[in-house]
T-cell receptor, first 113, second 113 residues
């Protein structure tokens, strides 16, 4: 069945460091891929998405490229800020359908000044 | 435009009791999904409702049930509570279920003693 695997955290970085959070997936067909972010005490927010191979999603300095050949959707940011500290979830879903998303276990990012 | 509202924010129950959680989606959204979030299992899909009909269901026992009202508000019920039901329950809404963007509430933190 479909599944998502994320790197375990926490990921601890200094401000302005480069961030990579790995995400790989197993799916039949051509799923849509998402990154959601959860700040402390809040629900999840959509960070970015990609709907087909080689698409690049981007938002707030974060980027992720849909790589079908490696079944990956790694999240990157060139220079993290303290305010980026949160839990990041990779997810996959059926194209153009939100009735059931499959989430990874989440990766906690801690950024120190 | 108000976001997704979940009530109550915190809930403490004892084993064997039942509980009802409420979710008010964003105005105009007709799709409501429920997820259970635990440290060990991450985010797991419970069910999704669209126009008062359950459209999809995850792999949870029958103790977990839900419904949606004509105004799109949704309730989730858990009967005969077990210790393992302690979790953050998240509700998410989308306009049609086909626009790929879920809006999450802040969740209800349920503790079963």
């Amino acid at each position: 069945g479909n599944s998502v695997t994320q790197m375990e955290g926490p990921v601890t970085l200094s401000e302005e460091a480069f961030l990579t959070i790995n995400c790989t997936y197993t799916a039949t067909g051509y799923p849509s891929l998402f990154w959601y972010v959860q700040y402390p005490g809040e629900g999840l927010q959509l960070l970015l998405k990609a709907t087909k191979a080689d698409d690049k999603g981007s938002n707030k300095g974060f980027e992720a490229t849909y790589r079908k050949e490696t079944t990956s959707f790694h999240l990157e940011k060139g220079s993290v800020q303290v305010s980026d500290s949160a839990v990041y979830f990779c997810a996959l879903g059926r194209p153009y359908n939100t009735d059931k998303l499959i989430f990874g276990t989440g990766t906690r990012l801690q950024v120190f000044p | 435009k108000a976001g997704v509202t979940q009530t109550p924010r915190y809930l403490i129950k004892t084993r064997g009791q039942q509980v009802t959680l409420s979710c008010s989606p964003i105005s105009g959204h007709r799709s409501v999904s429920w997820y259970q979030q635990t440290p060990g299992q991450g985010l797991q899909f419970l069910f999704e409702y669209f126009s008062e009909t359950q459209r999809n269901k995850g792999n949870f026992p029958g103790r977990f049930s839900g419904r949606q009202f004509s105004n799109s508000r949704s309730e989730m019920n858990v009967s005969t509570l077990e210790l393992g039901d302690s979790a953050l329950y998240l509700c998410a809404s989308s306009a049609t279920g086909a626009d790929e963007k879920l809006f999450f509430g802040s969740g209800t933190q349920l503790s079963v003693l």
